[in-house]
Each structure stands twice: as C-alpha cells, then as structure tokens.
C-alpha cells in the first residue's frame, strides 16, 4: 500500500497500522527524512519515498516508481493535507493561500488517485481512501478554503467510486474530527485553537488519537461492500443537533468484554451477525420471536424467543442475561419484519403500525434496556442499529418500513449524543442488500434477476450479510472507539450514485 503525508500525525499512524496488519508499506511525504526513517523502524520491506503531492509530475513518477518495484498497488491512503495557517475571512484571503490549499488538498488527491487508479484498474482491484474531514460537512468560521477543499474530496470520492466499480476499485472517503496531530497544535501553540472548546463540541467529549483514525482507515479499506462512502470517525460531532455543549467530560469510547444480544438473532442477517460474533468467541444470545427458529439455534448460542416490542418482556430478559450469562456490552438490532409491499391506499393503520412499531419501536426499547444494563456497570458499551428498508429514500408501498427506517437513523444519532456521557457508542449499518431485495420485488417475477447488474448500484453483486456481519462488529470493536452516530453503508455504493448511474459492462 502507498500512504501520503507519512511523515507524521494520521498519515504515520496508518502506515503502522498496515504495518501492523502485515501490508507492505510505501510512505510518502514532504519530508523524505522522517518517512525514511519511520519506514526503516516498521521493518526490512517497507520503504520512505520523497513525494510533494502537490507536484504532479513528481506524482507520477513515484507511483510508477512503486508499481515497477512491487508490481502492483493494493491500497493508496490519501492522506497529505494542510490547512490555512490563519483564520480569516474570505474576503481577504489571499487567492495565492488559496491556491496552496487546493494544489495539496484536491489536486493532490486527484493526481495521486488518477495514477493509483490506473494500476487498480489493469490489476481489475484496488482501494482508495481519501482523507476529507467533518469541516466538509459544516463550515469552520474563518477557514473556508479548508472546508471547501475536504468537501470537494466528497465529490470526487463519489465521482470516481461509480467510475471505477465495475474494473474492480473502490473510493471512500473518511472524515476525522478533531485529532490529536501537528496540524491542531500548531495552532494551538500559536493560541489559535483550544482543545477544550474542541473537546465540549464532540458528543465523546475528547479529541481523537491518530490511532482511532488510522483504525478506520484501516477498516474502510478492506470494507470490500463500500465504495463512494464518507465514512465519519468525530467522535459523533456530526450527529448532533444541540446548541448546547455536546459534552461535559471525556469518555474513553472503548467497549468491554460483554455478551452479545443479537435481536432478530434466529435468521437471516441477525443470524449472520451472531455467527460472526460466536467465531470472534463473543458469548452471544440471540432474541427472536420465532420460537421454531430459536429452536433450531446451534448449541455456540443461547435463544431466546422474545416479544421485541413488550418492554417489560424485554427488560426482564435482558436481566436475566445479565445475571446468568454476564451483562450485555454489544446490543445488534437486527430484527424486522416484512413489509408486504401493497399499496399505501389499500393499508390500515394498524398494518402500518405493527410494521413501524416492530422496526422503530422495538429497537428502541432494546436499546434503552440494554442502555441501562451498560450504564450500570460503569463501563459502557456499543449498540448498532440496522434501519429496516430505505433509510435514506422513499419505497413504493413500503411506507412503514421506510419511515421507520429513517426514524431507527435519527433515532441512532440522537441516542449516540445522549448516552457518549455513558461510553455507550451508537451506530447503524445500511444494508443494500435489502434495498436490492425490494426493489426487485416490485418487478414482475420473471423480469427478476438478482445477478445482473443493477443500473443504479456501482458495485454489482448483491451484499452478502456478511458483509453486513463485518461492518456491525467492527462498530462494537474497540478499533471503532472515535465512531459514533453514524450511518455505516454496505450498499455497494447504492448511495453514492443517482439512480440514472449505468454501468459499462
Ligand atoms: N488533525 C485533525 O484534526 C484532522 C481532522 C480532519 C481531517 N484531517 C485530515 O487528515 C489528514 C492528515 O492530517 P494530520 O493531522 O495527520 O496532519 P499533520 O500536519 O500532522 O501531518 C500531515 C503530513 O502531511 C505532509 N504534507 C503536507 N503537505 C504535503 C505535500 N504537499 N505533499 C506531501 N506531504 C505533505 C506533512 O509533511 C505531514 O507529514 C489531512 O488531510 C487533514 O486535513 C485532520
């Protein structure tokens, strides 16, 4: 894998943590002494190259350079970037500082990406991370160039993760929060950045370490479901709505040891969850109203049948767990039901509400039990939500799937802000999986086929759950533990593209 910006902050800690992982790494950087020297300490097979970003043709030379050597580019991190040294208004910016700022920060990552690319297309796979920001989400007074160039790295992530998915490459972008990096203290020393102010802005009421941040780059890297994501790591800035301070401490945002209660654990994606959970040697209990298959569970579990939306039924339960297996530190909910998909016209309002309740009403009191149970051990935990049906957009006769779906998605911002104070992370994973399913559903039967390229998914293949298995226990891991109240696609980059995205082959 090839890195830029090596030379230090989150840039070093990537390169240590594929180091880690057992990739070989290439670390580029402004400064050829320090990425010589920190590729010397990772080891025999990882190499330090001089590389401005900002120089195109220098660019070119060093990733041809490194696909000669190695013979291929599994990953490129684009991670170079520099923000303006002063705050100021826009009017009096100087256009030259301007310049600067997008000659690193967007050419650099476009050049980079362009001359990655070209090798991942020929070898038909590759990754690219692009490291954007939360400031290109909401402005930073004073900082316009900055905001503007990590948003314009949103846009191109987008563009080139539906132009590159079918020759086998993925974009992403992930956007850090606050980190604890050069970049901040040297406008700390120079008075103009206060960590404590940061710190009571972020729901988890801290800054991020460079490892938290490397962790998800890692993560989304290998995520091989996602492509045209902004995946956020900030802490759960980004969730939250408040104008009140977001945080009166800091939290640690790491999970402990704990069982794992998987509702909707008996079938289907809650299963695969909980399978993947028992290989990682989790105690798991899966709940699920389905007495013949919680029947059916392995004896690697514990079922549970359980009336997800009896509050009462479900508080006892999730006692009992506490006291006989251990508390629950990980809570899934992945339960739902099917949405039968007739016309709104045609419903009454108690179909809509059984399908609503048991999507919105069910995780919610799961989450509050299970929210107890972790506040009342000290030591917190991680809940990740799995929004049934269209989170983000409107299904044709699935009107209570929908709306609950994007009710479980505020649902999960709102909670991870509420309960940061008790280190209890809340995150969802988006499926496009079912999105595939249910659009399929509204076709005439014999027009179904779930192995031809769909139109508007970049990358083609319907997402196997266990992709969505993956991306839920790598939010409960502790490699997760600056990630909270977001959205987690696995759609194939269903959401980056608009629907009238086709694909070539
Ligand atoms: N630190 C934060 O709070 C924060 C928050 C959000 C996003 N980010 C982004 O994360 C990335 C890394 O930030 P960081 O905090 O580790 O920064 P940093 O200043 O600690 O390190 C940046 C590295 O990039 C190198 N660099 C600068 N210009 C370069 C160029 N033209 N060519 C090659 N290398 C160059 C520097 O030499 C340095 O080693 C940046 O893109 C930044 O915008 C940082």
């Known amino acids: ?43 025999d097979r990882h190499v330090g190259l001089a590389m401005d970003v900002s120089d195109e043709a220098m660019v070119i030379a060093t990733i041809a350079a490194v696909a000669m050597r190695f013979g291929r580019i599994d990953v490129l991190v684009n991670n170079a970037g520099i923000v303006d040294p002063n705050a100021s208004k826009v009017l009096d910016k100087p256009i030259g500082e301007v310049r600067r700022l997008i000659g690193v920060n967007v050419d650099g990552c ?44 949103l846009g191109l992530t987008n563009a080139l993760a539906c132009e590159w998915a079918t020759s086998g490459v993925r974009v992403n972008a992930v956007l850090p929060g606050y980190v604890r990096t050069e970049i901040l203290a040297s406008l700390e020393r120079a008075g103009k950045f206060d960590p404590s102010v940061a710190g009571a802005a972020v729901p988890l009421g801290r800054m991020a370490e460079p490892e938290e941040i490397a962790a998800a780059i890692l993560h989304v890297a290998g995520a091989r479901h996602m492509t045209g994501a902004a995946f956020l790591a900030d802490g759960g800035v980004a969730a939250y709505g408040g104008r009140e301070a977001a945080s009166s401490a800091p939290v640690s945002g790491c999970v402990p040891k704990g069982t794992v209660l998987v509702t909707g654990g008996a079938s289907g994606i809650g299963a695969a969850v909980a399978d993947h959970f028992v290989r990682l040697g989790a105690k798991v209990v899966a709940a699920d109203g389905d007495r013949h298959a919680v029947a059916a569970l392995p004896d690697d579990r514990i079922g549970i049948v359980l009336d ?9 339960a999730v006692a009992r767990i506490a006291a006989t297996i251990g508390p629950v530190a990980v809570l899934v909910n992945a339960a739902s039901v099917d949405d039968a998909a007739r016309p709104t016209i045609d419903r009454s309002l108690a179909d809509f509400r059984r399908i609503f309740d048991a999507g919105l009403t069910a995780a919610m009191i799961a989450a509050r039990a299970a929210a107890r149970a972790m506040a009342a051990t000290g030591h917190g935990g991680a809940i990740v939500n799995l929004p049934s049906g269209r989170a983000a957009s409107g299904m044709p006769r699935g009107p209570a799937n929908s709306a609950a779906g994007a009710a479980v998605s505020m649902l999960t911002k709102s909670l991870a802000c509420e309960w940061a104070e008790h280190n ?55 490699a997760a533990s600056y990630v909270t109240g977001m959205s987690y696609p696995v759609d194939g980059g269903y959401s980056a593209s608009t629907r009238r995205f086709r694909t070539d082959s």
């Open 1 to 43: 894998m090839i890195i830029t910006g090596a030379g230090a902050g989150i840039g070093l800690a990537t390169a240590r943590a594929f180091a880690a992982a057992g990739d070989t790494v290439v670390l580029t950087d402004l400064d050829i002494s320090a990425v010589e020297a920190h590729a010397a300490a990772l080891g």
């Open 110 to 153: 476009y050049v980079a990406a362009r001359e990655a690319g070209k090798v991942m297309i020929q070898q038909a796979s590759g990754s690219i991370v692009n490291l954007s920001s939360g400031a290109a989400l909401s402005a930073l007074p004073g900082r316009t160039p900055y905001s503007m160039t990590k948003a314009a790295i």
């Open 308 to 316: 997800l939306t009896d509050e009462d039924a479900v508080e006892a």
């Open 424 to 478: 209890i992370r809340v995150n969802a994973v988006v499926s496009g999986h079912l999105e595939v399913l249910e659009a399929a559903e509204l076709e005439p039967a014999d027009q179904r086929d779930l192995h031809q390229p769909r139109s508007h998914v970049p990358i083609w293949r319907p997402s196997d759950p266990a992709d969505i298995a993956d991306a839920v226990a790598f939010l409960a891991s502790d």
